[in-house]
């Protein structure tokens, strides 16, 4: 088959790779339904992020399963899926946690930007619906996989709760699930910082109830003014870097939270500086295993539509030309159709 | 009237001041039942961190009330109080979310190592009892004021629950008094890391079921065994040094959280060490004034008795010896008997 290779920063090529196969008796192999690029496959992509030769690409992934291996207990050929980026088994001491993302076994996803994948522990990753869904249900369903289910834990890990005023930083596409899933919690006021027409609007569409368009010192002077000079109680920092970290910290109020899931990039924290702040601080790969379920039902009752944050949809084949859109911010994200 | 003054590192004098007067009107003065010295006095004493000039020394204090300004409205001359370290009006948006510790007037008080002292804000930081307490009482109020409030934090700090299993890293004072605060909250098991003998007595007598000697990787692999490979949910740092808090980090389960108490000297997180390890964070100087009702409560009833947790009593005349001997580490915690 064809899949998606980074053979270098901004070399990405739709070429022939060996079909996978079985490899451990925990494997499934899935057909995708569709996949889609994630705004971390741009760190690699823009060489801020290193790698070693040719990756495969793509941990975002829905779809049938067409094989399991023999030790597969629970998920079944003909079954439609969602898995989370990260392969959890679902059973060792930090998944009951709920941390799945810290599993004793845990590994990363890969090779997912392809018609087929390969997906281990498959028993622990997958969750299975209970019909075959519509085929305007797929975004929605393939959103839950990872940009949806990290903007889940940003809101989840900031400790939004009903009533509560939650600051949203980064309108990329994992910000914008975050906006969606503090609304979903239940949070009163959601403030999202974006300073781009099409992303606002959508931020709105997903709850947001202000948005402050300036950044730095003038966006904190903002945000305290909004909340009368308190700050907010949770903080959903979505990017990773240490002006948006700074940004997040400045707008949080004492005692408040911080839920942050961009991977950090170049960011360090002052012991001090933090202890005197007061700022609650937890990130981290998201445990979207956690919230699979949950988020599954939610799109499959139509209560949200996660899909919505791809604004651009390619047949695979083109997937270099997906890169190239979001990385030119000209795409929040792309949805890779598979044939 | 005489007081304490650091003049400079390891230069503690008990010398003649002009006496407190209510200087705001919103200011008490008290007359001081016993004063004790505080492990983060050391930081001075012992250079680490820098002070310009003569210094008004205690932060620790109860008493009675012999004078109150003109705008103080519920403490009354004649009351017996216990106040917090941290100054606060008690009605900010910061105290009513619970951080006193960062009141919008907060302050952090001083001279308390003295006979009598000035307390600001006096309505909002001292809190009465009913009826003036015995004397075998005064200990365990004092008590009260930081070293047990601030262990108590820790414990909050890091969500210790009903059952769950908590280390503390530091068998100072605050570290004791962590693991009191972690067996009144309902830990189930609780890991006291200390190599004295004597320290590791008391903190039996506080709660713990289990001490652990060993420090750096073996401490942190004593604490795996200890935890069937896992890590504890809650762990109290109550240091604030480089390796206490990496002991922390690394005795701490992912997902679980770290409550740190100690000021962080010469501490800083690397985020994408942070963000990988999944470790919630929380820490600061402590909202005593949040707790002070209910701790003071449980000192009254008899509940505790973190009082135990002065090992040397002097005349205050002879502060600079109590000084030297927490120094030294011949004693845990110095109280000063007040005339």
Same mark, same amino acid.
């Given at each position: 088959?064809?899949?998606?290779?980074?053979?270098?920063?901004?070399?990405?090529?739709?070429?022939?790779?060996?079909?996978?196969?079985?490899?451990?008796?925990?494997?499934?192999?899935?057909?995708?339904?569709?996949?889609?690029?994630?705004?971390?496959?741009?760190?690699?992509?823009?060489?801020?992020?290193?790698?070693?030769?040719?990756? $495969? =690409?793509?941990?975002?992934?829905?779809?049938?399963?067409?094989?399991?291996?023999?030790?597969?207990?629970?998920?079944?050929?003909? *079954?439609?899926?969602?898995? +989370?980026?990260?392969? +959890?088994?679902?059973?060792?001491?930090?998944?009951?946690?709920?941390?799945?993302?810290?599993?004793? *076994?845990?590994?990363?996803?890969?090779?997912? *930007?392809?018609?087929?994948?390969?997906?281990?522990?498959?028993?622990?990753?997958?969750?299975?619906?209970?019909?075959?869904?519509?085929?305007?249900?797929?975004? $929605?369903?393939?959103?839950?996989?990872?940009?949806?289910?990290?903007?889940?834990?940003?809101?989840?890990?900031? *400790?939004?709760?009903?009533? +509560?005023?939650?600051?949203?930083?980064?309108?990329?596409?994992?910000?914008?699930?975050?906006?969606?899933?503090?609304?979903?919690?239940?949070?009163?006021?959601?403030?999202?910082?974006?300073? $781009?027409?099409?992303?606002?609007?959508?931020?709105?569409?997903?709850?947001?109830?202000?948005?402050?368009?300036?950044?730095?010192?003038?966006?904190?002077?903002?945000?305290? @003014?909004?909340?009368?000079?308190?700050?907010?109680? +949770?903080?959903?920092?979505?990017?990773? =870097?240490?002006?948006? =970290?700074?940004?997040?910290?400045?707008?949080?109020?004492?005692?408040?939270?911080?839920?942050?899931?961009?991977?950090?990039?170049?960011?360090?924290?002052?012991?001090?500086?933090?202890?005197?702040?007061?700022?609650?601080?937890?990130?981290?790969?998201?445990?979207?295993?956690?919230?699979?379920?949950?988020?599954?039902?939610?799109?499959?009752?139509?209560?949200?539509?996660?899909?919505?944050?791809?604004?651009?949809?390619?047949?695979?084949?083109?997937?270099?030309?997906?890169?190239?859109?979001?990385?030119?911010?000209?795409?929040?994200?792309?949805?890779?159709?598979? @044939?």
């Amino acid at each position: 088959m064809k899949a998606t290779i980074m053979h270098a920063p901004g070399d990405v090529r739709y070429e022939s790779v060996p079909d996978p196969r079985i490899e451990r008796p925990t494997d499934a192999i899935i057909k995708l339904s569709a996949t889609c690029i994630c705004g971390s496959d741009l760190w690699p992509y823009r060489g801020i992020s290193k790698q070693d030769g040719p990756a $495969h =690409m793509g941990h975002e992934y829905c779809g049938v399963v067409v094989e399991v291996g023999s030790a597969v207990k629970t998920i079944k050929p003909g *079954q439609f899926v969602v898995g +989370s980026f990260c392969i +959890s088994d679902n059973t060792c001491p930090h998944c009951a946690f709920g941390f799945h993302s810290s599993c004793a *076994q845990g590994e990363f996803m890969s090779g997912a *930007q392809a018609p087929y994948a390969r997906v281990p522990l498959a028993d622990g990753t997958l969750v299975a619906t209970a019909e075959l869904p519509n085929a305007e249900m797929i975004p $929605h369903l393939l959103a839950v996989s990872d940009v949806l289910g990290t903007g889940w834990y940003a809101a989840v890990a900031a *400790q939004v709760r009903p009533g +509560s005023t939650a600051v949203v930083v980064g309108d990329g596409a994992v910000g914008l699930m975050g906006v969606l899933a503090a609304s979903q919690l239940g949070a009163g006021r959601i403030i999202a910082m974006s300073r $781009h027409a099409s992303r606002q609007k959508l931020a709105r569409e997903f709850g947001a109830t202000d948005i402050v368009a300036e950044r730095g010192d003038e966006g904190i002077a903002r945000i305290k @003014e909004l909340t009368d000079g308190v700050g907010a109680e +949770s903080v959903l920092e979505c990017v990773g =870097m240490g002006e948006s =970290m700074d940004q997040a910290m400045g707008v949080c109020r004492p005692g408040g939270t911080i839920g942050y899931v961009g991977v950090p990039h170049g960011v360090s924290f002052d012991g001090q500086k933090l202890f005197f702040s007061q700022r609650r601080m937890l990130g981290g790969p998201a445990p979207v295993r956690r919230f699979l379920p949950d988020l599954m039902d939610r799109v499959l009752q139509g209560a949200i539509q996660p899909g919505k944050v791809f604004d651009l949809v390619l047949p695979i084949a083109e997937v270099a030309e997906g890169y190239k859109a979001m990385d030119e911010r000209r795409a929040i994200k792309t949805l890779l159709r598979v @044939e």
